[in-house]
């Protein structure tokens, strides 16, 4: 059993700052990838910024400059400083990990339960 845990989202103003948190915890053997993907009522989900199998970085160009995903291995935890936010960055902000349980298995992907988040103009 995996779980992935948010933690930080909520209301604030156009300009500001929110950091949020995903911890993956339970029968954890390795996490190939990690990231952020968020979604609004009646479209896509999309993603947001991740650490891919290889380590690297990806961001959605919306974000490039503004967010920053980071993470602390020995948690299972990976972080998104979300800075100079915008109205249009309002979505429900959902981790995503690729966890294997086993060395024997592939890796699955989990979805945590989603964070609210919420710009105002």
């Known amino acids: 059993q995996v779980q992935l845990v948010e933690s930080g989202g909520g209301l604030v103003q156009a300009g500001g700052s929110l950091r949020l948190s995903c911890a993956a915890s339970g029968s954890i053997f390795s996490i190939n990838a990690m990231g952020w993907y968020r979604q609004v009522p009646g479209k896509q989900r999309e993603l947001v910024a991740a650490?891919?199998?290889?380590?690297?970085?990806n961001y959605a160009d919306s974000v490039k400059g503004r967010f920053t995903i980071s993470r602390d291995n020995a948690k299972n935890t990976v972080y998104l400083q979300m800075n100079s936010l915008k109205p249009e960055d309002t979505a429900v902000y959902y981790c995503?990990?690729?966890?294997?349980?086993?060395?024997?298995?592939?890796?699955?992907?989990?979805w945590g339960q989603g964070t609210q988040v919420t710009v105002s103009s």
């Open positions: 995503n990990a690729d966890i294997k349980t086993d060395w024997r298995t592939r890796p699955w992907g989990y």
């Open positions: 650490f891919t199998s290889s380590g690297s970085t």
